[in-house]
């Protein structure tokens, strides 16, 4: 992981980019293929980059700017190349307002706060999560940041409850974004796409881990029925669920890769992506002892060597395929999960607060459906990479509009010209 200045460039997009590996291996190769190269050779990827840069440009001085090309750009190969170009999407993606993005944080009263002890221990065991090589009084500097933004969310939002793996994906976001810009970033996703991980108990989070096992049964029955007997059950993808993969993977430019394709879909993608990892180890798998222990340590042991791009790619097909509102009922998914009434980040108002949406999920529960199920409708045969990547940025949008319409409705004629979504 090797970075020059974390959590300070927000400038020229020109500049030198995390370089990207892509797609091109089959789900059902083992292990040993490692991480993909780009499938036309460095000279290609490299006019695809500029061209990419270009487009991604073009949609930010784009007035309105347009979020929707933004999306694709973000799922699409490569996703958003460099953190200075993350510096600038990443916003848009969260709706987070320019104005909100220049407000300079308020100083954090630590001893005061009930979760600062926890936090303190949790950020001190961050070391792993910085550049290796960091001379120790930068890293330090960065470490009291971190707690200051985590601390500085919970006391502004004091529905939102700490848990252990939050300060790896709070970390992320300082390093590539620096302390102000991921303050605000970070409060808009601990309301909304982490939001079922910061309640009091573990209920929403069980919930939505328990769509994993329906996913993996619907590719290959056999590695589900194999899981199924072992008893193995689904905690091994904990960590990997509540941290967004940060704690696990080596690598920040992958940790970077994957948060350009979760904020740009729907908050469930990262269960997809959890499950496409499974199906992708399934020999591995298949070769286990057909014990819980034995299996719940390969899986949990994530390998550092995926191809990454094939797996988004994989991801967003397989959210296509088997929507959330098809696999609710075998995740026995729960009324009050923030997920299940998730607002598009594009089409709520910044003032409306999200448990008010939850107060009216029951009143607008057989009208969500009905939404969800007409937009989610689609062919199980593989749609072209064009067609894929504008679908999947639809889905992110269209599943939960269907499931929030009634609740944002005055909001999103508001928000809608701006963004231009009914042309």
Not at 138 to 158: A, F, H, M, Y
Not at 188 to 213: G, V
Not at 394 to 408: E, I, K
Request: proline residues 6%; aromatic residues 8%; neutral net charge.
């Amino acid at each position: 992981m090797s970075r020059g200045s974390p959590g300070r460039g927000c400038g020229d997009m020109s500049s030198s980019e995390n370089t990207p590996r892509s797609g091109g291996v089959k789900l059902r190769t083992t292990r040993s293929a490692g991480p993909s190269t780009p499938v036309n050779g460095r000279q290609d990827w490299d006019s695809r980059r500029k061209r990419k840069t270009a487009d991604i440009t073009q949609a930010l001085r784009a007035s309105p700017v347009d979020v929707a090309a933004l999306r694709r750009m973000a799922i699409s190969e490569g996703g958003l190349l460099t953190d200075e170009i993350r510096c600038q999407v990443w916003p848009r993606l969260l709706n987070v307002p320019l104005q909100v993005l220049d407000q300079e944080p308020e100083t954090v009263e630590r001893e005061n706060n009930k979760d600062y002890n926890q936090v303190l221990l949790d950020v001190q065991r961050s070391l792993r999560r910085f550049p290796p090589g960091m001379p120790d009084e930068q890293r330090e500097g960065l470490q009291e940041e971190l707690t200051d933004i985590i601390l500085r969310v919970l006391k502004r939002n004091p529905q939102l409850h700490y848990y252990q793996g939050y300060h790896d994906i709070v970390v992320t976001f300082l390093l590539v974004l620096g302390e102000r810009r991921a303050t605000a970033l970070v409060e808009k996703l601990s309301t909304h796409h982490l939001r079922d991980f910061m309640d009091p108990t573990m209920d929403n989070t069980k919930h939505i881990l328990n769509y994993l096992m329906p996913i993996i049964e619907r590719v290959n029955p056999e590695v589900h029925d194999f899981m199924e007997q072992a008893e193995v059950g689904t905690v091994f993808a904990l960590s990997w669920l509540i941290t967004w993969f940060g704690h696990v993977l080596s690598d920040f430019r992958h940790v970077v890769r994957l948060y350009d394709f979760f904020l740009a879909c729907h908050p469930l993608m990262p269960i997809y992506f959890a499950a496409v990892i499974v199906l992708y180890r399934e020999e591995e798998v298949l070769d286990c002892e057909c014990d819980m222990a034995m299996v719940h340590h390969l899986l949990s042991q994530i390998p550092q060597d995926l191809p990454y791009e094939t797996l988004i790619s994989r991801a967003g097909d397989l959210f296509v395929q088997f929507p959330p509102s098809e696999l609710a009922k075998e995740a026995a998914s729960d009324d009050g999960m923030a997920t299940s009434t998730f607002k598009d980040f594009d089409l709520a108002s910044t003032q409306q607060r999200p448990d008010s949406v939850l107060r009216r999920r029951r009143r607008q529960k057989q009208a969500a459906l009905e939404s969800a199920a007409a937009s989610s409708v689609a062919t199980v045969t593989r749609p072209s990479a064009a067609r894929r990547f504008v679908r999947l940025a639809v889905m992110g949008l269209t599943v939960a509009l269907g499931a929030a319409a009634l609740a944002v409705v005055n909001s999103a004629l508001e928000w809608a010209p701006k963004l231009d979504l009914f042309p």
